[in-house]
């Protein structure tokens, strides 16, 4: 049996509040372009006033979808330190 043990040794609390600011920064600003179309543009009656509610919508769930992409690079990351 081999001595190491299959769970990888854990970072310093820095490193996860860093990777937990990047993850909280990355939602602000999709969430403030996101906030932009959807509230500002759309609401000042610009035509297509449809079409710059679902650009915002669209920001919105690319925000989220790029918070998640962050999170699985990240732990492919800690994945690949530990092998």
Do not use: C, H, K
């Not at 043990?5 to 372009?33: F, K, M, T």
């Not at 297509?48 to 915002?56: A, C, H, M, N």
Request: avoid cysteine.
């Amino acid at each position: 049996m081999s001595d190491e043990s299959s769970i990888p040794r854990a970072q310093s609390v820095s490193a996860y509040i860093e990777d937990g600011a990047r993850i909280a920064a990355i939602l602000l600003i999709w969430g403030v372009i996101s906030a932009l179309f959807t509230y500002g543009v759309s609401d000042i009656g610009l035509p297509f006033e449809r079409f710059w509610l679902q650009l915002g919508q669209l920001f919105a769930v690319t925000g989220v979808l790029n918070a998640i992409l962050y999170l699985l690079y990240r732990s492919i990351d800690y994945w690949n330190e530990s092998a």
